[in-house]
């Protein structure tokens, strides 16, 4: 780990941290890509338009399911595996179908926050705590990933 080999264990990490730590980024988009928490975006139309033979007037509300678009093998090939390297090779981040967080105007304003407090609590549970699963069922992986009855972890420091 790159931040390991630059700073002691009990330096904080900075900025210039977390922006290094792209692998882990994209750790987070393919883990949202599959775990979809918002399933779409409700938009307004602002002119008439046609979508495959269909008018859609202007004003009226439209819902894009996004959980779809993660899910399409043309944008995603082998969309159900996890594979966080698709992020590192192709730029898919800024990508209009990404809408993990919105997109345009309406993208979510605290997507960079997020992401740099869900860098932050990895880098530090990775680095500092081994842990194990106990009990309980395995995961569901499809169609998405869950945890029926919890996820059980034992979590111990090193």
């Known amino acids: 780990m790159g931040i390991r080999e630059r700073k002691r264990a009990d330096e904080p990490i900075e900025w210039n941290d ?3 730590m792209r692998f882990t980024r994209a ?3 393919e883990t949202s ?3 979809t928490i918002v399933n779409g975006v409700l938009r307004k139309t602002t002119q008439e338009m046609e979508l495959n033979g269909y008018v859609i007037p202007k004003g009226w509300r439209i819902y894009v399911y996004t959980r779809e678009v993660n899910y399409d093998p043309f ?6 595996a996890f594979n966080p390297w698709r992020w590192m090779d192709k730029g898919l981040e800024s990508q209009n179908y990404f809408l993990i967080f919105g997109g345009g105007t309406r993208q979510c304003p605290g997507k960079e926050l997020g992401i740099a407090e869900i860098s932050t609590f990895l880098h530090y549970f990775v680095t500092r705590y081994r842990w194990e699963e106990v009990g309980g069922e395995k995961l569901m992986k499809f169609p998405r990933v ?3 009855n919890g996820l059980h972890i034992r979590v111990s420091s090193y």
Do not use: C, G, H, N
């Open 18 to 20: 977390l922006k290094s």
């Open 27 to 29: 750790v987070i988009f």
């Open 33 to 35: 890509r599959l775990a």
């Open 75 to 80: 944008l995603y090939p082998d969309p159900l």
């Open 146 to 148: 869950e945890a029926p």
